[in-house]
């Protein structure tokens, strides 16, 4: 019989974390700025609970141009002054020119792969391990922890949700074949 994840299955519909699990967690994205996104919240998120991340997504949004990543690359330090002085947003001045540098370095992957998709795809399957060093060696502000949740979070890793859940059974549907080989 089907169940929800246990950390969601008693919340209400209305809730942040309930509507992130069944919509977004673990699904895969194909869109450049979508995982920029997803990347950028993850970098945000180190050291605090998910839910004011989740309670902050739509100032994050207005703040980063939507994470566009060709405007974010393009922020100069005034940009950067107006960031620290977002009270919508984490006002960590490493987290916020980490996402300015990242978006740089992902108009480099771009150029060179085609897309940050692409490349996430060539260097796939890795271990955490392994994953963990190329995002250190390409970007800013990434760790074991951030790694980890980011990939489980796009669905390049399994784990983000119970096998019994009904959203895992949409997200292997829409999954890649060697995904659905993962799980």
Same mark, same amino acid.
């Given at each position: 019989? =089907?169940?929800?994840?246990?950390?969601?299955? #008693?919340?209400?519909?209305? #809730?942040?974390?309930?509507? @992130?699990?069944?919509? %977004? @967690?673990?699904?895969?994205?194909?869109?450049?700025?979508?995982?920029? $996104?997803?990347?950028?919240? $993850?970098?945000?998120? =180190? *050291?605090? #609970? !998910?839910?004011?991340?989740?309670?902050?997504?739509?100032?994050?949004?207005? =703040?980063?141009?939507?994470?566009?990543?060709?405007?974010?690359?393009? @922020?100069? /330090?005034?940009?950067?002054?107006?960031?620290?002085?977002?009270?919508?947003?984490? /006002?960590? /001045?490493?987290? +916020?020119?980490?996402? +300015? $540098?990242? =978006?740089? /370095?992902?108009?480099? +992957?771009?150029? %060179?792969? *085609?897309?940050?998709?692409? !490349?996430?795809?060539? #260097?796939?399957?890795?271990?955490?391990? %392994? !994953?963990?060093?190329?995002?250190?060696?390409?970007?800013?502000?990434? *760790?074991? $922890?951030?790694?980890?949740?980011?990939?489980?979070?796009?669905?390049?890793?399994? *784990?983000?949700?119970?096998?019994?859940?009904?959203?895992?059974?949409?997200?292997?549907?829409?999954?890649?074949? !060697?995904?659905?080989?993962?799980?």
């Amino acid at each position: 019989m =089907a169940s929800y994840c246990e950390f969601v299955k #008693n919340l209400d519909e209305n #809730n942040l974390h309930k509507k @992130y699990h069944d919509c %977004e @967690y673990g699904f895969p994205l194909h869109d450049d700025n979508l995982l920029f $996104e997803r990347l950028c919240l $993850e970098i945000n998120q =180190a *050291g605090l #609970n !998910w839910s004011i991340i989740l309670g902050k997504k739509d100032n994050f949004h207005k =703040a980063f141009n939507q994470f566009n990543i060709k405007k974010v690359a393009s @922020y100069k /330090r005034k940009d950067i002054e107006r960031l620290l002085s977002d009270v919508g947003i984490i /006002r960590n /001045r490493l987290k +916020i020119t980490s996402v +300015i $540098e990242n =978006a740089n /370095r992902i108009l480099v +992957i771009q150029k %060179e792969h *085609g897309s940050f998709e692409n !490349w996430l795809n060539k #260097n796939h399957p890795k271990t955490l391990e %392994e !994953w963990v060093k190329v995002f250190k060696k390409q970007f800013k502000f990434t *760790g074991g $922890e951030i790694v980890n949740e980011f990939l489980v979070s796009i669905g390049y890793f399994p *784990g983000g949700h119970d096998k019994t859940c009904p959203v895992y059974k949409m997200i292997i549907k829409q999954s890649p074949a !060697w995904h659905k080989d993962k799980k």
